[in-house]
């Protein structure tokens, strides 16, 4: 499991448990095979079944749990942000470059790499393929010492995608983990409800709902049958959706 998933599977718990009132125990452990993720367990002896899953870049996942286990930020003395041009890329060794010129934008006083003499660059060969490259954005900023790690800008017009976002949740069919992971909470036969939770992180979804200022939909999901309830979180959202009985709800997170 990475990092990332693990931290999927903390969120969720937390946030189900609270809305159901369930006690949220971890099933998917000590060798069991094929076991939903948590089993939800209520005062009156109910069971339920609580899978968790990723939808994300595919290709950015290994990076994201990495970054996630830093706290996504890198060792610096100076304030700075890193912005990737893409959804992909080797990690270690763009911190190693980016941390490098940290160190020499601040010997020389300026606001990004590109802004260092040719003959410094020159005889850096890693940070020369960085910028030539265009691996991504790095620049100062005014804030705590440290190199704030970003994820990579989505450029799309908002009316690109559709205002419904059910068709969103349709969408990730596409992938082919979910299936599984769908499969498995529908098989826990001996549970009096069936739950999904699914984390979309930011890259995943169309601008239109990078964050959680967009209405609840008012069409069901499709594929979806046979579930109790649909959980969707995403990391810029303040809330998180549920579908259930047919209807879509926000819930604000519970309070600390």
């Not at 900023?141 to 059910?166: R, W």
């Not at 069901?220 to 579930?227: C, H, I, K, R, V």
Request: glycine share 4%; net charge negative; charged share 25%.
């Amino acid at each position: 499991m990475t990092t990332l998933s693990a931290r999927a599977e903390q969120i969720a718990a937390h946030l189900v448990g609270h809305e159901t009132g369930a006690e949220i125990i971890p099933h998917d452990i000590d060798g069991r095979q094929a076991a939903v993720d948590f089993l939800l367990q209520w005062p009156d002896g109910r069971v339920g079944a609580l899978e968790v899953t990723l939808v994300t870049e595919r290709t950015s996942i290994a990076w994201q749990g990495m970054a996630m286990k830093e706290g996504w930020s890198w060792p610096a003395d100076t304030s700075w942000e890193f912005r990737p041009n893409d959804v992909s890329f080797a990690y270690k060794k763009t911190k190693r470059v980016t941390t490098r010129a940290v160190e020499l934008c601040d010997q020389w006083a300026v606001d990004g790499p590109s802004d260092l003499p040719a003959e410094v660059v020159a005889a850096e060969p890693e940070l020369a393929r960085f910028l030539e490259d265009d691996i991504g954005t790095l620049r100062r900023t005014p804030f705590e010492p440290g190199i704030k790690l970003y994820q990579s800008s989505t450029a799309e017009f908002v009316e690109a995608a559709s205002a419904d976002f059910s068709r969103v949740a349709d969408s990730w069919h596409e992938h082919p983990h979910l299936a599984p992971h769908l499969e498995k909470v529908k098989r826990a036969s001996q549970s009096a409800q069936r739950h999904l939770f699914v984390v979309v992180v930011s890259e995943a979804l169309p601008v239109r709902f990078l964050t959680d200022d967009f209405d609840a939909p008012e069409t069901s999901p499709q594929g979806f049958d046979g579930l109790d309830a649909l959980w969707v979180w995403s990391d810029y959202w303040h809330r998180y959706l549920v579908h259930r009985d047919a209807t879509w709800s926000w819930i604000d997170f519970p309070p600390k």
